[in-house]
């Protein structure tokens, strides 16, 4: 996967993603930004609810598990001293359905955080990170 990340200044960043669409992030105003996108840390744990969520859609559904309304809410806390990286998580799942089986929804959840959701194992994962440095005219 790759994408293009190109500085519009102060701190706002126009990301090129790799499925085509365009994503600005920015800074809050306190933090020296003009607030135009979301911040790094929202989107990760945004990129976590979507993930899990997708994967709980299609895995309901080959489990022939009808879902009239799904929703998440993400909770999240983060260290005091820089990284200010996430210490804690905690995902709620709200799900409407007739006749949801409460063994299939827990078996949904258990194989979306452990198997399938790449976001979520890419959190509790040792990731190799590289770097390379690039001046242009």
């Known amino acids: 996967m790759k994408i293009n990340v190109d500085w519009q200044g102060d ?3 126009k990301n ?7 994503l600005t992030v920015d800074a809050a105003e306190k933090s020296g930004g003009h607030n135009k996108g979301p ?3 929202e989107l990760l744990l945004a990129g976590l609810a979507g993930c899990t969520g997708i994967d ?6 080959k489990m022939k598990t009808e879902l009239e309304d799904f929703e998440l809410d993400v909770e999240a806390e983060r260290a005091e001293e820089a ?3 996430f210490t804690k998580i905690h995902i709620k799942y709200k799900l409407k359905g007739k006749k949801l089986d409460d063994r299939k929804v827990k078996r949904a959840i258990k194989l979306s955080e452990e198997k399938y959701c ?7 994962a040792e990731i190799t990170s590289s770097y ?6």
């Open 39 to 41: 911040r790094p840390m």
């Open 132 to 137: 390379q440095i690039e001046h242009t005219d």
């Open 56 to 61: 709980i859609v299609l895995i309901l559904r």
């Open 16 to 22: 090129q993603l790799a499925s085509g669409h365009d």
């Open 83 to 85: 990284p200010k990286r």
């Open 118 to 124: 790449s976001a979520s194992n890419s959190l509790n």
């Open 11 to 13: 701190l706002e960043f």
